[in-house]
């Protein structure tokens, strides 16, 4: 049987034998041999490259979240600006749409409205159900003054999850256009997920007063009362 191509490889280039023992005879590499070898070296050094390249790739969310975790630990109010580095290395590695919002909201914190919304609206891009991109964006709207596409941000919150937060705040921007109706049709259903909020029951008296309901305002008033004094 002929000798292999590994097998003349390893016998031109093995470890000379031990003292007193002969040596046998190294036989040449035919150049056609030496191309073999030198394709299955390259071969391999290439497999082993995109294997690599493949592995490095394929951990990129886990490399992301861990950037994204790190910066979620400087999420309180001093540290909002060492926090966007974070989630900006997260981005780079991966799109992740939390990285896009938390970053969003630290633009926001930090008063940098148009650097949030461009966050914010990535963030959705990426993930349509977001809701507390939508909310975020909402405010965002609303401190511009910019008040009907608040209302739909915030719709667009509620639509998904019926948050308490997007409630009461889509409610006082009904309430702001003149539209007590729809405002107290907010409250109230804030009011059926969470009831011990006096806030809430101060804003619903305010729209039903503003409706002409006296009645319904005195007693969304009263029920505020007991709330914040409940020992009276």
């Not at 394929?58 to 999420?75: D, H, L, N, V």
């Not at 001093?78 to 991966?94: D, L, S």
């Not at 964006?137 to 003054?145: A, E, M, P, Q, T």
């Amino acid at each position: 049987m002929s000798e292999s191509g590994f097998s003349r490889l390893w016998n031109s280039l093995k470890p000379p034998p031990s003292p007193g023992t002969r040596a046998p005879a190294r036989r040449r590499l035919k150049p056609k041999q030496k191309r073999l070898l030198t394709a299955a070296g390259i071969f391999l050094l290439l497999a082993g490259a995109g294997f690599g390249a493949y592995s490095w790739v394929a951990s990129a969310p886990q490399r992301a979240e861990a950037e994204y975790q790190a910066g979620m630990k400087f999420m309180q109010p001093g540290h909002y600006q060492e926090a966007i580095p974070k989630f900006t290395r997260a981005v780079e590695i991966h799109p992740l749409a939390s990285a896009y919002v938390e970053r969003g909201f630290a633009h926001r914190y930090l008063g940098q409205n148009d650097q949030a919304a461009a966050d914010l609206e990535k963030a959705i891009d990426l993930d349509s159900g977001s809701v507390r991109a939508y909310s975020g964006l909402g405010s965002i709207y609303r401190d511009r003054g910019d008040t009907r596409r608040a209302v739909e941000q915030y719709s667009k919150s509620i639509q998904i999850s019926g948050n308490v937060d997007a409630l009461f705040e889509r409610g006082q921007l009904y309430e702001s256009l003149g539209e007590h109706q729809k405002a107290v049709d907010d409250f109230t259903a804030a009011i059926e997920r969470i009831r011990d909020a006096p806030y809430i029951y101060r804003a619903r008296a305010m729209a039903k007063s503003n409706m002409g309901d006296a009645d319904g305002a005195e007693a969304d008033r009263n029920t505020a009362r007991s709330m914040e004094s409940p020992h009276r």
